[in-house]
C-alpha cells in the first residue's frame, strides 16, 4: 500500500493498552474538529467528530477530549487492537462562511499496535 | 454504496504529458476537494468545489486544474505534470454543511509519479 508519511510521529502500544493520540491546531476560531484513520492504502476514514462548544465526545471505544484554552485536542482509543494501527489525523474545519467547509489537516501520527 | 471513485489508482508518466485524475462520487454532494498528501505534510488542499461550475483554489493550486460540469464528477488535470508533483492525491466529497455529515468521504487515492 502507498506509504502515508515516512517521517511520522509513532505511538507504540501493546494490544488491550488504552491509547492516546494529540494534536494541537492552529485556529482559535475553529468551530468543528473530526478525527480520521487511514489505514495503508485506503483513503482517510472519519472516526469521531466534536463541535467547539463540547469539551469531550464518545463513540465506541474512541473518545476525543477539546482543549479550547490551549487549542489541543486528543483522540483516546480503549483496549487498542491490531486492526487500529494505522495513521491518525485530525482536522479543524476553518471556513466561517456557514455554507461550505475547509478542513485543515494535522500531519498524522502513526500508531502501531504491538502483540 | 456511497462511495467516491478514483480513477487510476496508480499512474506512472513523463515530464510534460498532460494527464488527468477522475474522480465520481455517488451521494449528490455539492462539495468536493482533491488533495495531495507528501511525507511529513499531511492533507493539503488543491482545489475545491462548492457546486457545478463553482470552483476554487485551495493552498497549494499552482500546477493543477480542475472542472466540475456534472454534480458528480470533479477531475483533477495536470496540464504539464513535473516530479514535484508526484504525490498521493485524494478527491473528498461532503454535503454542503460539513458538520451535518460526519465530515469529509474520501476515496481511496491515485499515486502518481511523474519521471
Known amino acids: 500500500g502507498e506509504s502515508v508519511g515516512l517521517h511520522l510521529p509513532t505511538l507504540s502500544v501493546q494490544e488491550g493498552d488504552n491509547s492516546i493520540i494529540n494534536c494541537a491546531y492552529s485556529?482559535?476560531?475553529?468551530?468543528?474538529f473530526i478525527w480520521y484513520k487511514q489505514e495503508s492504502g485506503k483513503g482517510p476514514q472519519f472516526i469521531i467528530d466534536?463541535?467547539?462548544?463540547?469539551d469531550k465526545r464518545q463513540g465506541q471505544r474512541v473518545t476525543v477530549l477539546l482543549n479550547k484554552t490551549v487549542k489541543h485536542l486528543s483522540l483516546q482509543i480503549a483496549a487498542t487492537q491490531p486492526g487500529d494501527s494505522a495513521v491518525y489525523f485530525c482536522?479543524?474545519?476553518?471556513?466561517?462562511?456557514?455554507?461550505?467547509?475547509?478542513?485543515?489537516f494535522g500531519t498524522g501520527t502513526r500508531l502501531q499496535v504491538t502483540l | 454504496e456511497a462511495q467516491v471513485t478514483q480513477n487510476p489508482r496508480y499512474l506512472i508518466t513523463v515530464t510534460g504529458k498532460k494527464l488527468t485524475v477522475t474522480c465520481s462520487q455517488n451521494?449528490?454532494?455539492?462539495?468536493m476537494s482533491w488533495y495531495r498528501q507528501d511525507p511529513g505534510l499531511g492533507l493539503r488542499q488543491i482545489y475545491y468545489?462548492?457546486?457545478?461550475?463553482?470552483?476554487d483554489k485551495g493552498d497549494v493550486p499552482e500546477g493543477y486544474k480542475v472542472s466540475r460540469k456534472e454534480k458528480r464528477n470533479f477531475p483533477l488535470i495536470l496540464e504539464s505534470p513535473s516530479p514535484n508533483q508526484t504525490s498521493l492525491y485524494f478527491c473528498?466529497?461532503?454535503?454542503?454543511?460539513?458538520?451535518?455529515?460526519?465530515?469529509?468521504?474520501f476515496g481511496s487515492g491515485t499515486r502518481l509519479t511523474v519521471v
Open positions: 473528498a466529497s461532503s454535503s454542503r454543511v460539513i458538520s451535518s455529515i460526519y465530515g469529509y468521504t
Open positions: 485556529n482559535s476560531a475553529s468551530d468543528y
Open positions: 466534536i463541535r467547539s462548544n463540547m
Open positions: 482536522a479543524e474545519n476553518t471556513d466561517y462562511t456557514g455554507t461550505a467547509s475547509k478542513l485543515t
Open positions: 451521494m449528490n454532494h455539492e462539495y
Open positions: 468545489s462548492m457546486n457545478v461550475e463553482v470552483t
